[in-house]
């Protein structure tokens, strides 16, 4: 088992920055690749970013391409969502999520763990 407990949402301005953590607990962390996901009211939960066990190599969808970065560091056992230039359009749940594979999954059905997510609510 792997428990996630994500921080670190908030409410903030078009343009302004908020980064996300993802605490895990658990088996080791380093078996898994890690992903964080985003649900909007009334929408399917979405990918966002994804890195593979060792960090060394990872994904974003097309829309925040250039303004999330997804990080994470094993030695604390955590992953990081840094995102800049927020838009409206962002305003989400966001979830962690870990997958036991060696490469990073965009498919949320490889993820077999998740966390209970942190409301990011983005004002215009």
């Known amino acids: 088992q792997v428990q996630l407990v994500e921080s670190g949402g908030g409410l903030v301005q078009a343009g302004g920055s908020l980064r996300l953590s993802c605490a895990a607990s658990?088996?080791?962390?380093?078996?898994?690749?890690m992903g964080w996901f985003r649900q909007a009211p009334g929408k399917e939960r979405e990918f966002v970013a994804t890195i593979s066990r060792s960090g060394g190599s990872w994904y974003y969808a097309e829309f925040v391409k250039g303004r999330f970065t997804i990080s994470r560091d094993n030695a604390k056992n955590t992953v990081y969502l840094q995102m800049s230039g927020l838009k409206p359009e962002d305003t989400a749940v966001y979830y962690c999520a870990a997958a036991p594979t060696g490469f990073a999954p965009v498919n949320k059905l490889q993820y077999d763990y998740w966390g209970q997510g942190t409301q990011v609510t983005v004002s215009s």
């Open positions: 658990g088996r080791t962390f380093s078996s898994y690749a």
